[in-house]
């Protein structure tokens, strides 16, 4: 039985996970689609700690490089992601006040 | 040490959703990405002490990856802050291809380890799994490489049709399927050979590459959207081989909300996805198009201030136009002085206005703009009969009346925004040139449309000295 929920669960967690994607950005005006593909493009910097243990695990020196390379590439990501992501949506006010 | 880890990646996990949740509505947007980076930061320092990691401790990487993460962190902290504005689609671009690298990495340091020697050998199933996360990580990195070069309009790449040539879905569909069939033998086989997946790799960037450099810049955005989908399942994919419940949760989510925008932004302009990517603008337009008469008639920026100073409404279309010149500043501080003067201004944006749905909503927010004056298309569309003057800043296929009656025409079905439908049209332009569908715009030639010529930042420091004389 513990085999079966174990097989299973992966394909629940796609199942849910992938329903809750489409349903955060269903419902979005459409001047935060620029804003949201760059803070979905950050979210998915969480690469970086898949790449952080595929170096961490390296032992020949080719797996260390590709692995530093992934490090590299995740980090920039991750980061540039998160800046630009947050450069854009800074700029977000209403007409309503609170000027900078 | 487990616990540690999967609580946090939990924690990480509802962080992110919650983070996108609140990204969702302008007023608390701001916070939202704060949120997701509050669980960015979380994941990554525990997973300095991952137990995979910890199992067996390497100084020598602990090194190597802080000094991977300094680099990589610092110059795309520095690329993202010094960035323009307008730049901003290409910069999402080139941070995605970078995700989709990571990746691909992550893939390649999983195939070449040699299991050998171990008790655990990863099943089949797993490495089919790793396989399919390189090949589509690979072509998102080489093609999101590409679109960044497009859209920074670098030589190399400026030339659209020089990349099209007869036979090229073909060989296309031939790279892949090479990718695919020496990917499933690398799997299949356990082969941890370098020479193999060293070919599988490079036919999986060549496919990327291939499948993005024919197509033009006007369709980037869509093009974007999908290899931002692409990298979240590529790192859906690598987070089922590591056994990493943040990426698989992270990456589905990015995976299915990415394939949604995309769908939604080949909608605005009435194409499928497919249609995108295997054809091109130059090759839709069957018959003749409709021949447009009429002829153009300028005018200067101080009258065309007039004529909206003395209107009660006036509805301005921002397009690429105004984010090549920088004119958004010089376009709201003349707004301003026309709300002074009990004009009602607003902003209507067509879903594809610019090079990416939003990136006008960026540009005005950007300038100070508030958003209650900045309307979509649907919700804006009818209120163009009721306005004095509609003023076109660098926009021409979203306002072309053809894409409504001449079946001919490449954008025939596409829906537009109904300037045509306002007492006064005023379109600020360049030049005579086409549009990026290459197409003449039959509105520019209609008798209640003025053109006014010139660099658009220009026209509207000219505009506002016009209000501004009349006192």
Redesign the interface.
């Known amino acids: 039985m513990e085999a079966v929920v174990a097989f299973f669960s992966?394909i629940y967690?796609?199942m849910l996970?992938?329903?809750?994607?489409?349903e955060?950005?269903?419902?979005?005006?459409?001047?935060?689609?620029?804003?949201?593909?760059?803070?979905?493009?950050?979210?998915?910097?969480?690469?970086?700690?898949?790449?952080?243990?595929?170096?961490?695990?390296?032992?020949?020196p080719?797996?260390?490089a590709?692995?530093?390379?992934?490090?590299?590439?995740?980090?920039?990501?991750?980061?540039?992601?998160?800046?630009?992501?947050?450069?854009?949506?800074?700029?977000?006010?209403?007409?309503?006040g609170q000027e900078k | 040490m487990g616990y540690l880890i999967e609580t946090v990646y939990f924690l990480?996990a509802a962080l992110?959703?919650l983070?996108?949740?609140r990204?969702?509505?302008?007023?608390t947007?701001?916070s939202?990405?704060?949120w997701?980076?509050y669980g960015?930061v979380l994941?990554?320092l525990v997973?300095?002490v991952?137990p995979?990691?910890t199992a067996?401790i390497?100084p020598?990487?602990?090194v190597?990856?802080v000094?991977?993460?300094a680099?990589?962190?610092a110059?795309?902290?520095y690329?993202?802050?010094k960035v323009a504005?307008t730049a901003?689609?290409q910069?999402?671009a080139?941070?995605?291809g970078?995700?989709g690298?990571?990746?691909?990495?992550?893939a390649?340091?999983?195939l070449?380890?040699d299991h050998g020697s171990h008790a655990a050998a990863p099943a089949t199933s797993v490495l089919i799994m790793a396989v399919a996360g390189a090949l589509i990580g690979a072509v998102s990195f080489s093609g999101s490489v590409v679109a960044f070069g497009k859209l920074q309009e670098l030589k190399f790449f400026k030339d659209d049709a020089k990349f099209r040539f007869s036979g090229q879905q073909k060989v296309n569909m031939v790279i892949f399927a090479s990718a695919v069939l020496l990917g499933l033998v690398v799997a299949v086989s356990h082969s941890t050979s370098?020479g193999l997946i060293s070919v599988f790799f490079l036919l999986a960037l060549a496919f990327g590459a291939m499948m993005a450099l024919p197509i033009g810049g006007a369709d980037m955005p869509v093009v974007?959207?999908l290899f931002?989908a692409f990298?979240?399942l590529?790192?859906a994919l690598?987070?089922?081989v590591?056994g990493?419940?943040?990426?698989?949760?992270?990456?589905?989510?990015?995976?299915?909300?990415?394939t949604?925008?995309t769908l939604?932004?080949a909608k605005a302009m009435n194409r499928s996805v497919s249609n995108v990517l295997f054809s091109n603008w130059a090759a839709l337009g069957s018959g003749e198009a409709q021949a447009v008469t009429g002829s153009l008639k300028p005018m200067e920026p101080p009258d065309a201030a007039i004529q909206m100073a003395y209107a009660s409404k006036v509805i301005i279309v921002p397009g690429y136009g105004m984010a090549v010149a920088q004119a958004q500043h010089k376009i709201w501080e003349m707004c301003k002085l026309l709300i002074e003067r009990d004009v009602v201004v607003k902003f209507a944006?067509h879903?594809v206005a610019g090079r990416?749905?939003?990136?006008m909503?960026?540009l005005l927010?950007?300038a100070?703009v508030?958003?209650?004056?900045?309307f979509?298309m649907d919700e804006i569309n009818e209120e163009f009969s009721t306005a004095d003057v509609a003023l076109v800043i660098g926009a021409n296929d979203v306002v072309n009346p053809a894409a409504r009656t001449d079946k001919s025409s490449p954008i025939y079905g596409m829906p537009i925004l109904n300037v045509d439908h306002a007492k006064n049209v005023q379109v600020i332009k360049r030049g005579k040139g086409v549009g990026f569908a290459g197409i003449e715009n039959a509105l520019f030639f209609a008798d209640n449309t003025r053109m006014v010529y010139g660099d658009a930042q220009k026209v509207a420091a000219g505009m506002i000295q016009g209000i501004k004389d009349l006192g």
């Open positions: 992966p967690i796609l996970a992938g329903i809750l994607g489409y955060i950005i269903g419902k979005v005006p459409v001047i935060l689609h620029t804003p949201l593909m760059s803070g979905t493009n950050f979210v998915h910097g969480i690469v970086l700690v898949g790449a952080m243990v595929a170096l961490g695990q390296a032992v020949t080719l797996e260390q590709i692995g530093f390379l992934g490090v590299l590439l995740g980090a920039g990501n991750a980061v540039g992601g998160y800046f630009v992501t947050e450069r854009m949506l800074e700029m977000f006010k209403s007409s309503k | 990480t992110f959703i983070g996108l949740k990204m969702s509505h302008p007023t947007a701001r939202g990405i704060v997701a980076g960015m994941a990554t997973s300095f991952h995979q990691i067996h390497i020598a990487n602990y190597l990856m000094i991977a993460i680099i990589g962190g110059i795309a902290w690329g993202a802050k504005m901003m689609p910069m999402i080139i941070y995605n970078m995700g690298g990571a990746a691909a990495a992550i390649a340091v999983e070449l380890k370098g974007i959207s931002n990298t979240g590529a790192v690598e987070g089922f590591l990493n419940s943040a990426m698989i949760i992270a990456g589905i989510i990015v995976g299915s909300s990415g949604l925008l939604m932004m944006i879903p990416m749905p939003g990136h909503n960026v927010a950007e100070g508030p958003y209650d004056l900045i979509d």
